[in-house]
């Protein structure tokens, strides 16, 4: 009769904790974010999610993985919002299904915007992205003469893990990249046509207008006419750790190779990463005889092209008229209650 009893009493416990495996876990208070690494045991994840409180005792994990041998889960950092039974923790292992931040590249970012925005999101640091960034191995087979995968990390959004190494994450955008350009029917020197659409890409964010700036630096290296382009001046800044947020008499006058005032023709690599749309500008420039283009005083972000620089000094001085009675304008303005209080601050 006894051991009937202890038989009943061991089933009844089996059968309770065999049932806890399907109850929610203990309740969370806040977001939980459990990064289990690569090559961590059974033992080591059973205590990481019990310590972290998903799950109420190591043995319930330790449980399902006895149960399910062959069953294997895979590393990265994991999110839990609410209560979650044990078995549905331990099918989220198995699934791999992992959290993951978005990294948003917009058509136009460097390099070092790039890694700015990773160092913002966490997992990459600036260092590491840059140092990946720095190898051109994988584009060699497209442009052999590139320095740097600038310009081939395609703007789009990605998927980032605690997992997610510098090197693969650019290579998940330079296959992006050879996507796009597939896609566009891109051919001849590659290099040359991604550095084109590099500076047609800063220039100017009026999709209709790119192949208009196209036109333009195309006619001036037709006839070896300066590119004269600020945004080169601003990356040579840039790679010489220099830039100081805005555009000096400095920056115009250096001789670094990138700056498009003191060097003829192209620059030697892309100045920014373009998207689609400026990639196909520089394939396919509109055909015209514009030598110039400054920006419409009407703030816009379109400009006016002028085929001479009789027209583009015309443009110029219109530009400038506007600019100085803007100023005027803002200047004379009344202060209200609101700026005042901005002011006391």
């Known amino acids: 009769m006894r051991r009937s009893w202890l038989f009943a009493a061991a089933a009844a416990t089996a059968v309770a904790a065999a049932g806890s495996l399907f109850l929610p876990g203990p309740p969370l208070n806040r977001e939980v974010f459990l990064d289990i690494p690569r090559g961590t045991g059974s033992l080591g994840a059973a205590r990481a999610l019990a310590g972290a ?11 399902l993985r006895a149960l399910h041998p062959r069953a294997t889960f895979q590393a990265g950092e994991y999110q839990f919002q609410k209560p979650a039974s044990p078995r549905a923790v331990f099918d989220r292992l198995c699934r791999g299904d992992v959290f993951y931040r978005q990294l948003t590249v917009p058509e136009g970012y460097t390099i070092f915007d790039i890694a700015e925005a990773l160092e913002r999101l966490g ?6 992205f840059l140092q990946a960034a720095s190898d051109a191995s994988p584009i060699r087979d497209l442009a052999p003469e590139a320095r740097s995968l600038e310009g081939f990390l395609f703007p789009d959004t990605y998927r980032v893990s605690r997992q997610t190494a510098a090197a693969d994450l650019c290579l998940q955008m330079t296959n992006r990249f050879r996507k796009a350009w597939a896609e ?10 991604v550095t084109m659409a590099s500076l047609i890409e800063k220039e100017t964010a009026v999709q209709s207008e790119r192949p208009l700036v196209a036109s333009v630096f195309y006619n001036r290296l037709r006839i070896g006419m300066p590119l004269d382009c600020d945004p080169t001046a601003i990356y040579a800044a840039l790679l010489e750790g220099r830039y100081r947020g805005t555009i000096y008499r400095s920056d115009l006058d250096s001789r670094h190779r990138y700056n498009t005032y003191q060097h003829a023709g192209l620059p030697p690599g892309p100045i920014a990463n373009p998207g689609a749309g400026a990639l196909r500008a520089a394939l396919q420039p509109a055909q015209t005889r514009y030598l110039y283009f ?28 506007a600019s100085a009675k803007a100023k005027q304008t803002e200047t004379a303005r009344p202060v209200s209650g609101a700026d005042q209080a901005r002011g006391r601050r």
Do not use: C, K, M
């Open 53 to 63: 409180g998903v799950i109420r005792y190591q043995w319930q994990f330790l449980a």
């Open 184 to 193: 566009l029917g891109g051919s001849g020197p590659v290099l040359a046509a």
């Open 123 to 128: 997992g990459i640091s600036s260092r590491e």
């Open 294 to 321: 400054v920006a419409r005083p009407d703030n816009s972000g379109a400009h006016t092209f002028s085929e001479t620089l009789d027209q583009h000094q015309r443009a110029v001085a219109r530009y400038r008229r």
